[in-house]
Structures are given as C-alpha cells and as structure tokens.
C-alpha cells in the first residue's frame, strides 16, 4: 500500500523555523517527483514546491521561495521541507504529495495524499 | 498564474440526485484537469484526471469532461458518502493551482 506519513507540525512564533518531514513506503520513492500541498483554515488548497526524482529540480510557489527549502534522500526514502521566517499565513495543513504521470494521458495529478501535518504560526 | 474558477461555490443536493460542478481556467490548459474530493476530516483524494479519466477504484457514478477553459465533474446519483467538497486543479504549468472548492451537503 502506497503511504505517505508527515511530522513535524506544531505551534512557532513568527519568524520562526520548523522542518517538516513526509515518510513514504509501499512506491520506487526515487522515481517519483513529490510535493508539499497546503491548506490554510478554509482555504483552497495551494501548491507549495515540487522535487524531482533525483532533487536535481526544485520549483517553489511564489509566497514560499526564498523561505522554504526543500530536500529529498531518496535512500531513506523521505521528504522534508525547511520552513524560515514563518509567517501567519503559513498557517495551514501541509500535505505530502506523490505527482503521477498518466502512462496513457501524459497528465500528471496528486496521488496519493498524506494524512497533513498541521503548522500554526503566531504572533 | 493560470486561475481556477468552480462554480457554485456551494450546493445542496438530496441522495439520488445528478449533480454538476463546473470548473474554468482562466486560459486554455488542454485536458490537463483533475478533480478531488474531500471528505470531513479527511485528506484530498483523486476523483478524475486528464479531464475525463476515472481514477482506478472510483465509483462510475463519477465522470469528467471538457477541454480548453470550460470543464465540468458530474456525480450521477449522489450517494451520502458523496456530501463532501471538490476540487478541480490544472497540471498544465508551474505553478499547478486549484479551485476554491465546491462544498456539496444536504438539502
């Protein structure tokens, strides 16, 4: 069974840093880019950064570059993201992703989804 | 940015009932379309892909379609583990957005 498990989310002040980090288990985890997704209270869901297979390619939504980093180690089979100077809004769910191509469609989509870790920035 | 647009926001359905949501992007993003659905409590799931593509696993009361800019989900015969919210996000670029969700609930 395809899993992912994120930790790491708690209650930081703002302009505090808080690493995240997403367990995957049941795929080939190093032939897969994988994404943060989050959703802030009553929110749409919005995309955060996405990690190619080999971390060799990074791409970060506007809100978070230059803050937030994000890594790989594809030998532990793990995803993790370094939040810096957090902010309220940063306050959300944060969602481990799998990005899937479509063999047939050549699209690609989010699946599975991880259960979410929640982070609460304040003030 | 490409901009998802659902509409309605929210809608009340009774079990047995066909329902449509729609989705538009604000410029042509192809079939490059999926829907998800979140339950309560619950973490997003994969309904549709590729506009029209059934996720393995998902009911066949679930179906997709459009192209372009206009997209539409529709649940033929709402069944009560349906009440939940969708949402439709392109994959067309970087970066990948979604729409604000559409929350369907009991009439």
């Known amino acids: 069974e395809v899993q992912l498990v994120e930790s790491g989310g708690g209650l930081v002040k703002a302009g505090g840093s808080l690493r995240l980090s997403c367990a995957a288990s049941g795929f080939t985890f190093s032939s897969y880019t994988m994404s943060w997704v989050r959703q802030a209270p009553g929110k749409r869901l919005e995309w955060v950064s996405s990690?190619?297979?080999?971390?060799?390619?990074?791409y970060y939504a506007a809100s978070v570059k230059g803050r937030f980093t994000v890594s790989r180690d594809n030998a532990e089979n793990s995803l993790h993201v370094e939040m810096t100077r957090l902010r309220l809004e940063d306050t959300a769910v944060y969602y481990c992703?799998?990005?899937?191509?479509?063999?047939?469609?050549?699209?690609?989509?989010?699946?599975?989804w991880g259960q979410g870790t929640l982070v609460t920035v304040s003030s | 940015d490409i901009q998802m647009t659902q509409s309605p926001s929210s809608l009340s359905a009774s079990v047995g009932d066909r329902v449509t949501i729609a989705c538009r992007a604000s410029q042509s993003i192809s079939t490059y379309l999926n829907w998800y659905v979140q339950r309560p409590g619950m973490t997003p799931k994969l309904l549709i892909y590729?506009?029209?593509s059934l996720e393995s696993g998902v009911p066949s009361r679930f179906s997709g379609s459009g192209s372009g800019t206009d997209f539409t989900l529709t649940i033929s015969g709402l069944q009560p583990e349906d009440f939940a919210t969708y949402y439709c996000?392109?994959?067309?670029?970087?970066?990948?957005?979604f729409g604000q969700g559409t929350k369907v609930d009991v009439k």
């Open positions: 590729a506009a029209s």
């Open positions: 990690i190619s297979s080999r971390g060799n390619y990074i």
């Open positions: 992703v799998r990005r899937v191509v479509g063999v047939e469609t050549g699209s690609d989509y989010f699946d599975p």
């Open positions: 996000q392109h994959s067309y670029t970087i970066p990948p957005t």
